[in-house]
């Protein structure tokens, strides 16, 4: 397989030239960028160039120069700083070029194996997302669970779930004094649709909507455009990346890719997310390379799904008979590995826009 690489050199040149030809706010300026996307706006996802390691104001200007409409920090972590000074400087910066602004607060279920108390509580991790959100100027501060292992925790996700809610709730005047909604993220194959709504159903659509993930969808064993149009409606925010999935002896290997890459029909996807989520962007979250296992037909995984039925899965086993692997890439030899992985992250975002633009 071969890949539109680009030069490491070239992009850090391109960042310095616009960094000396904006020197005054170290951002382009609102008035040179002109979004052919007025109608389905688009976004960066920080996790998509994780491998440059950019915080927010290195985020903005990558989102800028790319003509982006928003810019997605999905956790505390993508800031220099949290104090009140520093996110005043990260609104400005994207002001000035047009960007929008959404945040993440993280996992807010204490029970998760992946939760940290960073914060204190997760009623304490949602109201520092709400300073935070409120600061920047976002209307949603997402959060989730965890990822796949919380099924075979205590009580399995039932409990977790039970958790979030309880949490979301403990904050609810908080959140309606802000004029800012929670969005729970479907992470890392940890909920499947029917437990998102369940959970918006528990707490209401006043507090709570959906971060929706396609690709950790699949993961679920979810056909990720049936759960566009089951959660479409209640979408506040989202982080999308195209994906492949084929037969496996023990059920079935997936790996997401580049957007137009994979199985995903791109034209319907746009068109559907249009109708149902007018006005959300579509944050691109591209990560790619790495093949993982969903063994569904083994007695221990199925654990984790109690009460699944063949019938809820039909779809996504009807798209496990129509993917092939795609080849791993690997860096070509005396290349250096670190520099290999932030081109190829680069290459597939700037792809995946590329190909959205088509369609929308």
């Given at each position: 397989m071969t890949m539109t690489t680009i030069s490491r050199r070239k992009i850090l040149h391109r960042f310095a030239s616009t960094a000396l030809a904006t020197s005054g706010t170290g951002i382009i300026g609102a008035a040179e960028k002109s979004s052919p996307l007025a109608t389905l706006p688009l976004g960066l996802d920080g996790h998509a160039v994780r491998g440059m390691k950019w915080k927010s104001l290195q985020l903005i200007e990558y989102a800028a120069k790319n003509q982006l409409d928003a810019v997605l920090f999905n956790g505390p972590h993508y800031f220099e700083s949290l104090d009140s000074e520093h996110l005043k400087r990260v609104k400005a910066a994207a002001d000035a070029a047009g960007l929008r602004i959404y945040i993440g607060a993280g996992g807010i279920s204490e029970g998760a194996k992946s939760y940290r108390d960073t914060y204190g509580s997760g009623a304490d991790t949602l109201r520092e997302g709400l300073r935070i959100a409120r600061a920047l100027g976002s209307p949603v501060v997402n959060?989730?669970?965890?990822?796949?292992?919380?099924?075979?925790?205590?009580?399995g996700i039932a409990a977790r779930l039970e958790e979030a809610a309880r949490t979301l709730k403990a904050v609810r005047d908080e959140a309606r004094d802000h004029g800012v909604k929670f969005?729970?993220?479907?992470?890392?194959?940890?909920?499947?649709?029917?437990?998102?709504?369940?959970?918006?159903?528990?707490?209401?659509?006043?507090?709570?909507?959906?971060?929706?993930?396609?690709?950790?969808?699949?993961?679920?064993?979810?056909?990720?455009?049936?759960?566009?149009?089951?959660l479409?409606?209640?979408?506040?925010?989202s982080s999308v990346r195209d994906y492949m999935v084929w037969p496996s002896?023990?059920?079935?290997?997936?790996?997401?890719?580049?957007?137009g890459e994979g199985l995903m029909d791109?034209?319907?996807?746009?068109?559907?997310?249009?109708?149902?989520?007018?006005?959300?962007?579509?944050?691109?979250?591209?990560?790619?390379?790495?093949?993982?296992?969903?063994?569904?037909?083994?007695?221990?995984?199925?654990?984790?799904?109690?009460?699944?039925?063949?019938?809820?899965?039909?779809?996504?086993?009807?798209?496990?008979?129509?993917?092939?692997?795609?080849?791993?890439?690997?860096?070509?030899?005396?290349?250096?590995?670190k520099s290999f992985d932030q081109d190829l992250q680069i290459s597939e975002f700037e792809k995946s826009i590329a190909t959205l633009r088509k369609y929308a």
């Open positions: 959060c989730r669970i965890g990822n796949i292992d919380d099924r075979y925790s205590e009580g969005a729970f993220e479907n992470h890392a194959g940890d909920t499947r649709s029917e437990e998102v709504l369940s959970l918006i159903e528990a707490v209401g659509t006043d507090l709570c909507g959906v971060m929706l993930d396609p690709g950790n969808a699949l993961w679920a064993m979810e056909d990720p455009m049936e759960q566009l149009e089951r479409g409606p209640h979408v506040l925010c002896e023990q059920g079935a290997i997936f790996q997401w890719t580049a957007i791109v034209p319907a996807y746009v068109k559907t997310f249009k109708k149902l989520c007018p006005g959300v962007p579509l944050f691109v979250e591209t990560i790619s390379n790495q093949a993982r296992p969903i063994p569904f037909l083994t007695k221990e995984f199925l654990a984790g799904f109690p009460g699944l039925k063949v019938t809820d899965i039909t779809s996504f086993l009807k798209l496990c008979q129509q993917g092939t692997p795609p080849a791993i890439l690997e860096a070509p030899e005396g290349t250096d590995a």
